[in-house]
């Protein structure tokens, strides 16, 4: 079992930039990489960043690519999504999720444990 906590949203104006954070507690040593995934009203779950532990390899949406980090710090079991340059269409609810070492995901969605989210709102 993994618990996830979300923190840093926020309202920001276009432009502007929010760090969320993403802890993690409980059997963290199985996880294999952690995600962000951003879900707005009417719209299916959207894929944003993901980054491996082991390594540290990222991988990026094509619609944050360059505007948007992902990090971790192994001592506090805490993942990081950076974003800068935020626009309106960036407005959301942003998830983390955590896989498990040795279980194939099936898909860019299938993670185990998700976090409660937390609200990003950019304005014009």
């Known amino acids: 079992q993994v618990q996830l906590v979300e923190s840093g949203g926020g309202l920001v104006q276009a432009g502007g930039s929010l760090r969320l954070s993403c802890a993690a507690s409980?059997?963290?040593?199985?996880?294999?990489?952690t995600g962000w995934f951003r879900q707005s009203p009417g719209k299916e779950r959207e894929f944003v960043a993901r980054?491996?532990?082991?390594?540290?390899?990222?991988y990026y949406a094509d619609s944050v690519k360059g505007r948007f980090t992902i990090s971790r710090d192994n001592a506090k079991n805490t993942v990081y999504l950076q974003m800068n340059s935020l626009k309106p269409e960036d407005t959301a609810v942003y998830y983390c999720?955590?896989?498990?070492?040795?279980?194939?995901?099936?898909?860019?969605?299938?993670?185990?444990?998700w976090g409660q989210g937390t609200q990003v709102t950019v304005s014009s």
């Open positions: 999720a955590a896989d498990s070492a040795g279980v194939p995901r099936k898909s860019t969605y299938d993670y185990p444990y």
């Open positions: 409980g059997r963290t040593f199985r996880t294999y990489s």
């Open positions: 980054i491996i532990w082991s390594g540290g390899g990222t």
